[in-house]
T-cell receptor, first 111, second 113 residues
Framework: DAKTTQPDSMESTEGETVHLPCSHATISGNEYIYWYRQVPLQGPEYVTHGLQQNTTNSMAFLAIASDRKSSTLILPHVSLRDAAVYHCILRENTGYQNFYFGKGTSLTVIP | EAAVTQSPRSKVAVTGGKVTLSCHQTNNHDYMYWYRQDTGHGLRLIHYSYVADSTEKGDIPDGYKASRPSQENFSLILELASLSQTAVYFC????????????FGHGTKLSVL
């Protein structure tokens, strides 16, 4: 039961910075925002996650709106290897709750 | 780096036959999962396990059984394979807690003919 909304597809050129949006208007206070990406013929790969504060790692920067109703995954200086389907997922990390993978955003990177 | 290995990588099965997909993790994770992915769609959870010798139903368990004989191994069993079970199957493992994340295998492409 997806609680997030993402564009079906986006396109970028190598070297550009890409902003992948995700809307989650009904997010609850203890739900984390996760991002995974998947390339063809492989399983999804963890990118990042956060609760309230912006986060950064070697792969991406996650910007979370102050009201937490939206977030943006920022990929700096994309390369062809960043072409993938990016999934934005909400999940509580207490008890058991599934990771719900929707269709995500298919990112195309043009050389 | 965490590792989840699935076997086989691909399989062709006949309708009504028995199929076993295997998954092995070296992450020392308590939780393991089986997902299926149909072309152009997201992943759906079939079964999961949080401890050896115990399995739980996910969102689409019908037609599938699971087995967790040890912490490292988790199998998905199709007793009577059907055409509708043609899909790519992914195994994953995870810890629990605020920094939980799933580690996936490369997937098994199953074609039921």
């Amino acid at each position: 039961d997806a609680k997030t909304t993402q564009p079906d597809s986006m396109e970028s050129t190598e070297g550009e910075t890409v902003h992948l949006p995700c809307s989650h208007a009904t997010i609850s206070g203890n739900e984390y925002i996760y991002w995974y990406r998947q390339v063809p013929l492989q399983g999804p790969e963890y990118v990042t996650h956060g609760l309230q504060q912006n986060t950064t790692n070697s792969m991406a920067f996650l910007a979370i709106a102050s009201d937490r109703k939206s977030s943006t995954l920022i990929l700096p200086h994309v390369s062809l290897r960043d072409a993938a389907v990016y999934h934005c997922i909400l999940r509580e990390n207490t008890g058991y709750q599934n990771f719900y993978f929707g269709k995500g955003t298919s990112l195309t990177v043009i050389p | 780096e965490a590792a989840v290995t699935q076997s086989p990588r691909s399989k062709v099965a006949v309708t009504g036959g028995k199929v076993t997909l295997s998954c092995h993790q070296t992450n020392n994770h308590d939780y393991m999962y089986w997902y299926r992915q149909d072309t152009g769609h997201g992943l759906r959870l079939i079964h999961y396990s949080y401890v050896a010798d115990s399995t739980e139903k996910g969102d689409i368990p019908d037609g599938y059984k699971a087995s967790r004989p040890s912490q490292e191994n988790f199998s998905l069993i199709l007793e009577l394979a059907s055409l509708s079970q043609t899909a790519v199957y992914f195994c994953a493992s995870s810890t629990r807690g605020p920094n939980e994340r799933l580690f996936f295998g490369h997937g098994t492409k199953l074609s039921v003919l």
